[in-house]
């Protein structure tokens, strides 16, 4: 069992960074493959970023196409938190971020929806000028 609340949200501009943070009660972050999803109004769910390990030295991470070279998602063992560094926001950007934890692996980055089983609440990103 785990608890994920997202936090950093907020309306920028263009061009701008957020660090969103997903803070994790109960299991550690090491024991679920972590993600990023997001969703813009009408739209479904989309695969942002994900993370894996095999042990504290050991890692490896996945992005969605258009965020690659913008977002970075890391970990904190220590804080058992999962961050997602996102700059140069662009408009499209714009959508509710969700933190989500899978238990089939954390060895193997989980892209899809159904692959998680836990889910923050979100928080809103809105990038606009």
């Known amino acids: 069992q785990v608890q994920l609340v997202e936090s950093g949200g907020g309306l920028v501009q263009p061009g701008a960074s957020l660090r969103l943070s997903c803070a994790a009660s109960?299991?550690?972050?090491?024991?679920?493959?972590m993600g990023w999803f997001r969703q813009a109004p009408g739209k479904e769910r989309e695969f942002v970023a994900g993370?894996?390990?095999?042990?504290?030295?050991?890692?490896?991470?996945d992005y969605l196409d258009s965020v690659k070279g913008r977002f970075t998602i890391s970990r904190d063992y220590a804080k058992n938190t999962v961050y997602l560094q996102m700059n140069n926001l662009k408009p499209e950007d714009t959508a509710v971020y969700y933190c989500?934890?899978?238990?089939?692996?954390?060895?193997?980055?989980?892209?899809?929806?159904?692959?998680?089983?836990?889910w923050g609440q979100g928080t809103q990103v809105t990038v606009s000028s």
């Open positions: 989500a934890a899978g238990l089939k692996s954390r060895t193997v980055v989980l892209k899809e929806v159904r692959e998680y089983d836990y």
């Open positions: 993370i894996s390990w095999g042990g504290r030295s050991l890692y490896y991470a």
């Open positions: 109960g299991r550690s972050v090491s024991s679920y493959g």
